[in-house]
């Protein structure tokens, strides 16, 4: 699971995340939405351990990822927004590169990895350098090397840029799945249909702050739409008014 306590990051006097408490538990596909400049993509990176919270703590399988980071980052994967890789490695490499990160290697690992991309339609990729791999295939490739340890937790940043439908779909289904077997996922994402139609909860973050948690009927009652669905209970939440504003202007 995921457990964030009064988890805090400023940069100067600016606070780019408030004082977050937040569970995540096992099996749930948690949703974490926001505006531009929320804070999301800030408390993913202290999550894994990227960025040092200004106060606070992130736990992971009730590890505290300060106290004890290698053991902590042992249960994660992490699939960030943009897919930064080695580019002189093969796909095959780059995976086995990160198993091995985690200590991880030999058959099982070759065995799981060649799954992977072919799951992803990257088989026929394996053996050619990273270089030569497109924006969407390296997404492939993060995501599948998120998988190749058998974290028990994995956070995601904007896991849909990129890919292709069918590649979509897969990873939907994948995420599915993974927490189905009592894994844990919190994911960012700004495609308000993947995050109402995949998650179990959601949180919706402005100003650095948690605006709302829960479900979609227990979001539908604390923004006060009835039976409307995620993107009208977003905007109530975070700028129902800029978006009349808008309308006014194109009128004017």
Same mark, same amino acid.
């Given at each position: ?39 999301? +993509?800030?408390? @993913? $990176?202290?999550? #894994? *351990? ?7 703590? !992130?736990?992971?399988? /009730? ?28 796909? +095959?490499?780059? @995976? $086995?590169?990160? #198993? *091995? ?7 099982? !690992?070759?065995?799981? /990895? ?139």
């Amino acid at each position: 699971m995921i457990q964030l306590e009064q988890l805090t990051k400023r940069y100067g006097r600016f606070t780019a995340v408030d004082a977050i408490d937040l569970t995540v538990p096992r099996g749930e596909l948690f949703g974490f939405l926001g505006p531009n400049g929320a804070g999301k +993509t800030t408390t @993913l $990176r202290m999550i #894994a *351990g990227i960025l040092q919270p200004t106060a606070g703590r !992130v736990r992971l399988a /009730g590890i505290d990822v300060a106290e004890n980071p290698v053991a902590a980052k042992a249960h994660l994967g992490f699939i960030p927004d943009r897919p930064f890789i080695y580019e002189k490695l093969t796909g +095959t490499e780059f @995976l $086995r590169f990160v #198993a *091995g990160l985690f200590g991880q290697e030999g058959a099982p !690992v070759e065995r799981r /990895g060649r799954e992977l991309l072919a799951l992803f339609d990257l088989e026929e990729w394996r053996d050619e350098l990273v270089e030569s791999y497109s924006h969407g295939m390296r997404q492939k490739l993060i995501i599948a090397s998120a998988f190749i340890h058998r974290p028990s937790v994995i956070v995601v940043d904007e896991p849909m840029v990129g890919l292709d439908p069918k590649a979509a779909k897969i990873l939907k289904e994948l995420f599915r799945r993974y927490v189905d077997r009592g894994n844990t996922i919190m994911m960012s994402t700004h495609t308000l249909e993947v995050a109402e139609g995949l998650c179990d909860r959601i949180a919706i973050i402005q100003g650095g702050a948690i605006r709302a948690c829960g479900t979609l009927d227990e979001l539908r009652v604390h923004a006060a739409v009835g039976d409307d669905g995620l993107e009208a209970i977003f905007l109530r939440l975070t700028g129902e008014r800029a978006a009349r504003d808008l309308v006014d202007v194109l009128d004017s």
